[in-house]
């Protein structure tokens, strides 16, 4: 293999590795619900969570985001990165605005090679694009022949499609404000040139796409602008998101606008790119100079963006696509696309990793300890009784007898402990129900009643920042009587908990607290949001700002009402694990007691059948240690899988 191969391959190949590891990953969650199933230790709610996980598995996408304002080189580098196999540009790469709306970039190999585009008229109304996903009809989808590229380029090219309409409709879709910078604006009945289309989707067969990968294209600091749901929920799902910058220009003002605005209160990794080095390949420099030239260059844009040097990156994506496609290794070499490209391989994919393994963890991290600690259990009974049964050979009957009635008053004892935890059982089902009505789904609705009451019909900014903040506050307050509630359903279980230690020695057993943290952080990231849309110049000046208010505020519910559901089904899964291994272990620990009555009581009527309950005792200790042997492998591997990833 030639060394451009090599650079060409070296994210496919983490990509790919990436995918193999999740498809490990989901093949263990499956095997451990196949074995629950066969050993009819799975309800159904439980099979339909563990169907939910797989779900989330197969979704489980390396999204990486990638914002520019026009001009930077963002689809040339889309190109270079990922699309140079393909021997053309994918994406439609020239001079001035090349990509005018949103594009998704991914592969789906359930369905064919297409371009769906979504018309800029839907502004007009209230659905949000992740709505409008589920509308076939109002998609215009174009086919793609991968093998025919001047059908491909010419298919792309729809990407920079405008139409010009009236500055009335115009600002009606909430496309251009009332003024210019200058003060002045076109008239209603002037003709304006906007994009044809509000978003895009393409779905691709390339191993990188097909391996998990997909790609956001987001044109300009006023497309993002336009549609709130990029930034207050798209882009925060990223796992990356790669900020374009030109190395002629370094951070502009509009630059710094959407470095500040979009990029630097993020949750994903974010990456400074500095395009178009080649511009520096001056022939009348040294070698030295040309890379003190970039370096100060580094160091400024680091400055400006208070972002390390080290996640500072300088290419020449034009001469990376062209170097590939030539198959030129220096060129490629020379580009500085590489060192992009291993940041990528090393830094990012192992983020989606661990919170793919975080989530799994999370959702059955608790029943697989408790699935593991049963068979331990099981097989030290066994062992136990056993023994038990070899020191009464050859003994008399009246010892056997002895033993049985000794068995049969642990378990009167057991019993009467049962029904202990029957009353305790009880008190914790009130105390679930109660918090569980917290999360009433019309109690966001009151909230949401509340916040439009704050606006108090005046659909302007500050009305928006006080609407917001109501519904804030609402959620909140339920955020914290949902914690003191968790905390005193705690502290009863863990009464609970050690009262089965003292009384029958049940191992000790340590219960996370129900914490909220991470849903009050996304909470604040939306008050953040809302402060800086409300700040915005473009928002201010809009014509239609009444508009604009009630979209964003529409986003914002739902954002807030997904927030709130979170939180919900988190809780609900918290509520199912507290009690869950101490039931567990004391359906086991009955069984035993069972177990060793009948047993004694079999030997007790039968003189002559101790050996033939011994042998009934291996075989059950065999199967028990084939279910060890199982788990412990699945645990093992399920403790790899989440481990970081040998180099």
Not at 543 to 562: A, C, G, N
């Amino acid at each position: 293999m030639d060394n451009n191969a090599q650079v060409i391959n070296r994210f496919e190949s983490e990509i790919a590795r990436y995918n193999r590891w999740r498809e490990d990953l989901s093949g263990a969650v499956n095997e451990y619900h196949d074995w629950l199933e066969r050993t009819n230790q799975i309800d159904i709610g439980q099979s339909v969570r563990f169907y939910d996980l797989l779900e989330s598995l197969n979704r489980g996408r390396l999204m990486i985001a990638f914002l520019a304002e026009f001009s930077r080189g963002k689809s040339e580098l889309i190109n270079a990165l990922f699309f140079s196999s393909f021997k053309e540009r994918l994406l439609p790469s020239d001079v001035g605005r090349t990509t005018m709306c949103p594009t998704e970039i991914f592969h789906d190999p359930s369905e064919e090679p297409y371009l769906k585009l979504l018309s800029v008229e839907t502004r007009y109304r209230d659905e949000s694009i992740s709505q409008l996903k589920n509308m076939p009809v109002e998609w215009s989808k174009i086919r793609l022949n991968i093998n025919d590229t001047a059908s491909m380029r010419q298919a792309l090219t729809s990407l920079a499609d405008t139409k010009r309409v009236y500055a009335l409709d115009a600002r009606m879709m909430g496309l251009i404000p009332m003024f210019d910078e200058s003060g002045t604006g076109p008239t209603e009945e002037d003709i304006v040139e906007v994009p044809a289309w509000r978003y895009a989707i393409l779905n691709y067969p390339h191993p990188l796409l097909t391996n998990g990968l997909s790609i956001l294209d987001t044109p300009g600091l006023n497309a993002l602008g336009l549609e709130p749901e990029l930034t207050l929920s798209t882009l925060p799902n990223a796992q990356a998101v790669l900020f374009l910058l030109g190395i002629d220009t370094g951070v502009t003002k509009s630059d710094l606008e959407i470095w500040e605005r979009y990029v630097k209160v993020s949750q994903p990794a974010k990456i400074a790119v500095l395009n178009k080095i080649d511009l520096m390949w001056d022939e009348l420099k040294t070698l030295p100079e040309i890379k003190a030239g970039m370096l100060r260059m580094v160091e400024a844009t680091s400055k400006a963006l208070n972002l390390a040097p080290e996640k500072v990156f300088t290419v020449s994506a034009q001469k990376a696509l062209v170097g590939r496609i030539k198959n030129d290794a220096d060129m490629v070499v020379r580009s500085g696309i590489e060192r992009l490209e291993q940041f990528l391989a090393n830094e990012i994919i192992p983020v989606k990793r661990q919170l793919l393994a975080k989530s799994v963890s999370t959702e059955i991290g608790a029943m697989m300890a408790t699935s593991y600690q049963g068979c331990t259990q099981k097989l030290a009974a066994n062992v136990k009784q056993v023994e038990e049964l070899n020191q009464l050979a050859g003994k008399g009957r009246h010892l056997v007898t002895r033993m049985w009635q000794q068995v049969s008053v642990e378990k009167e004892a057991y019993n009467a402990a049962l029904g202990e935890y029957k009353i305790q059982r009880a008190a914790f089902n009130a105390k679930r129900n109660a918090l569980i009505d917290a999360f009433n789904p019309a109690k966001l609705d009151i909230a949401c009643t509340r916040s439009l009451d704050a606006i108090n019909g005046s659909w302007t900014t500050p009305g928006l920042t006080r609407g917001m903040r109501e519904i804030i506050r609402s959620i909140n307050v339920e955020f914290n009587v949902c914690s003191k509630a968790g905390e005193d359903i705690l502290q009863l279980m863990e009464r609970v908990y050690n009262t089965f230690h003292e009384r029958f020695k049940f191992e000790k057993m340590e219960m996370p607290p129900l914490d909220f943290e991470s849903s009050r952080i996304k909470l604040k990231l939306l008050v953040y949001e809302t402060e800086q849309f409300c700040k915005d110049p473009v928002n201010i000046v809009m014509t239609e700002k009444r508009y604009m208010v009630r979209r964003f505020w529409r986003m914002l519910v739902d954002q807030s009402r997904k927030i709130f559901n979170e939180a919900r089904t988190e809780t609900e899964r918290w509520l199912q694990n507290v009690p869950m291994p101490l039931e567990a272990r004391i359906k086991d620990h009955k069984a035993h007691l069972e177990a060793r009555l009948v047993s004694l009581g079999s030997i007790n009527d039968r003189g002559g059948a101790m050996q033939e309950e011994l042998h009934k005792l291996q075989g059950q200790r065999r199967a028990i240690e084939d279910e060890l042997q199982l788990i412990s492998r699945l645990v093992a591997k399920m403790r790899d899988i989440g481990a970081a990833p040998k180099t």
